[in-house]
């Protein structure tokens, strides 16, 4: 196949940032009011990429404002060159190959283009953009007479190049668009890797969120790039292993990265896995274009924006059985440690002094065990603390069957007046805050033991103190914190480490070699079987389903969509249309969203895939 002309964009598209906006973080070094001023460029940006201003006006404000001089542009070239899109960045191979089939096709400056698409292969003649003119104070202007400082100036110069054949565009503006829509170019990209502008992708025929997209849509190289997945938070090395075994490429990471620096790995990642410690946001995923599945290796899932994930057509994945015996294990083990005030007995030892004494030492046999929140790890802690001898209580918000001899309580209350001990087991949501304060704590009977290895923000620990420090309660045992570190060996303070009897612990309720190997084979295995058959049984977010794979590889796709009325029909008209024949096909949906599996009799195309997200109320669409 001929390469049709590649016309591409160079801010936010060949680059992830805007050239202008750099600009004005150097030239503003120092400058009383930058940020007011760097805040009226972006906006500016904004407005003119999005049609809504002249794009002269803008620009001649931005420089206005900016107040460029030559000194300024090498270290902005330097930045420019670390920015290129991972995308481009990736294809640097294809673009030197087929440099002289490509135009660089900018309202930016050639003063700082020029050297960053050298590196690629393109030269100075292949980049249409504008000139820098500097005055007599050493400031930098534009030219007045050049088309590409004008609306309608990508068309203008696009058309003087007299190009022999077929052209596409590739690019995140107005201006981009109009190249296809004037008839310049035969298609056009909206290019979303790095910039999503509504204005741009609403009714566009085809969305690119990366450049490798653009060339499998071409049939050129790019095809068949291989899912990338990244994982953080010291995940097993078996997710590692399933994930490659699946044909993914795996980037690890011991710790959790700043919000800054994950945005900026999000941007060409198709899998997430993280543990507790990474919070999942909604301007997160804006800047994550390819992201299809986010793993939560742990049970809690409260770090993660489910709703917008939801929206973004992601599917999430947790883990809420495989850690449940480590954490119950961990519960009864502090349990007796505190029973036999072994914390303060061990703290002696270690100091030198043999305090040996049976004073404040008890056995757990006979005494009562309150669970709050009798859900899996409150069930299998209810069942070994039965096996040890204890009398079980337990208090849920949802009514659920006692297993052995477990006597349900009507209210917390009624559970904390009756226990010995009092373990949580409770979720992370909002009503759960303080569950466990200064009167909660007074209603404990005197000399009560509370253990939490549950949420941080569930106990008030400040009132949890006040309770040890005036001997009301006989110990404590805590596991989670309201404000944990974010990275091993960190410094952590927290006045209950004076107290006696008492036992901290960094967050390891589910930490042991069986519970972390028995998450990482089956989240990554839920991730693994989504990617490749659509199976969704184990979401948090989706209706579950999971057909088996058709003989046929290839020849499948999945459409998650908005609950209205019609999609179904929607969907296999678009088939019905490209006379695909429906082999198999799977619905299922809740109260947000629906989700169709559906096995055609003839591959599928990216024309298809982008007829189907284009269909309305459509969250995703992908072959698999």
């Not at 668009?177 to 004037?182: M, N, Q, W």
């Not at 490749?532 to 794979?549: F, I, Y």
Request: charged share 25%; glycine share 10%; aromatic share 4%.
């Amino acid at each position: 196949m001929t390469l049709p002309w590649l016309l591409l964009d160079f801010d936010s598209t060949f680059v992830t940032a805007e050239s202008l906006e750099l600009l004005g973080e150097i030239a503003l070094a120092g400058c009383g009011d930058r940020a007011e001023r760097l805040a009226e460029v972006r906006d500016l940006t904004r407005r003119a990429m999005s049609g809504r201003i002249p794009f002269r006006e803008a620009l001649a404000r931005r420089l206005e404002l900016i107040a460029p001089r030559r000194e300024h542009l090498g270290p902005l070239v330097a930045q420019l060159r670390e920015r290129v899109s991972p995308s481009f960045r990736r294809h640097g191979e294809f673009l030197r190959a087929h440099a002289g089939r490509i135009y660089i096709l900018s309202s930016g400056f050639h003063e700082f283009i020029d050297p960053v698409v050298a590196d690629f292969g393109i030269a100075p003649e292949h980049v249409l953009a504008n000139r820098f003119v500097e005055a007599h104070d050493g400031g930098l202007s534009f030219e007045a007479d050049n088309p590409l400082a004008a609306d309608g100036g990508k068309v203008a110069a696009a058309r003087a190049l007299g190009l022999d054949g077929p052209a596409v565009a590739v690019g995140d503006g107005t201006g981009d668009r109009e190249l296809a829509e004037s008839g310049v170019c035969e298609r056009f990209y909206a290019f979303v890797e790095n910039v999503n502008r509504a204005e741009v992708t609403h009714g566009a025929e085809r969305i690119a969120p990366d450049f490798d997209t653009v060339l499998a849509d071409l049939g050129l190289a790019g095809a068949g790039r291989p899912r990338r997945a990244l994982l953080l938070e010291g995940i097993h090395p078996a997710a590692r292993d399933r994930l490659e075994a699946a044909g993914c490429t795996v980037e690890t990471l011991p710790g959790s990265p700043d919000p800054g620096e994950l945005a900026e790995r999000l941007a060409d990642i198709d899998i997430l896995g993280i543990r507790s410690k990474t919070h999942i946001t909604p301007d997160l995923l804006d800047r994550a274009p390819r992201l299809l599945t986010i793993g939560a290796f742990c049970i809690g899932t409260n770090q993660i924006d489910l709703p917008a994930c939801t929206r973004h057509g992601i599917g999430v994945f947790n883990a809420p059985f495989s850690n449940t015996r480590s954490v119950a294990e961990l519960a009864l083990a502090e349990i007796v440690l505190l029973s036999r005030n072994l914390p303060d007995k061990i703290r002696a030892m270690h100091a030198g002094r043999w305090a040996k004494s049976a004073a404040a030492s008890h056995e757990v046999r006979g005494k009562t065990l309150g669970i709050v929140g009798y859900g899996k790890i409150g069930m299998q802690l209810s069942v070994l603390a039965e096996a040890l001898g204890m009398h079980v209580r337990y208090h849920d918000v949802t009514d659920r069957l006692a297993l052995g001899n477990a006597v349900r309580c009507a209210t917390l209350g009624e559970l904390l007046g009756a226990a010995d001990v009092v373990s949580l087991h409770v979720d992370g949501r909002a009503a759960n805050r303080n569950l466990i304060d200064g009167a909660a704590l007074a209603r404990m009977k005197p000399g009560a033991l509370l253990v939490n290895l549950s949420r941080g923000h569930v106990v008030d620990l400040a009132a949890l103190d006040a309770a040890l420090g005036e001997g009301r309660l006989g110990g404590a045992a805590l596991d989670v914190f309201p404000e944990e570190p974010s990275a091993r060996e960190a410094a952590f303070d927290c006045a209950l480490a004076r107290r006696a009897n008492v036992i901290l612990t960094p967050h390891i309720g589910g930490s042991t070699e069986e519970a972390q190997l028995d998450i990482a084979r089956y989240v990554s295995g839920r991730l693994a079987a989504y990617l490749t058959t659509g199976a969704s049984d184990g979401s948090v977010n989706l209706p579950a389903l999971a057909p088996d794979r058709p003989a046929l590889a290839g020849r499948r796709l999945s459409h998650l969509h908005e609950n209205v009325p019609g999609m179904l029909a929607a969907i296999d008209r678009v088939l019905a249309e490209r006379g695909l024949n429906i082999t198999t096909q799977h619905l299922g949906t809740n109260t947000e969203v629906g989700y169709v599996l559906t096995d055609v009799d003839a591959g599928l195309d990216d024309e298809l895939l982008q007829r189907l997200a284009r269909i309305p109320h459509t969250l995703a669409s992908r072959g698999i």
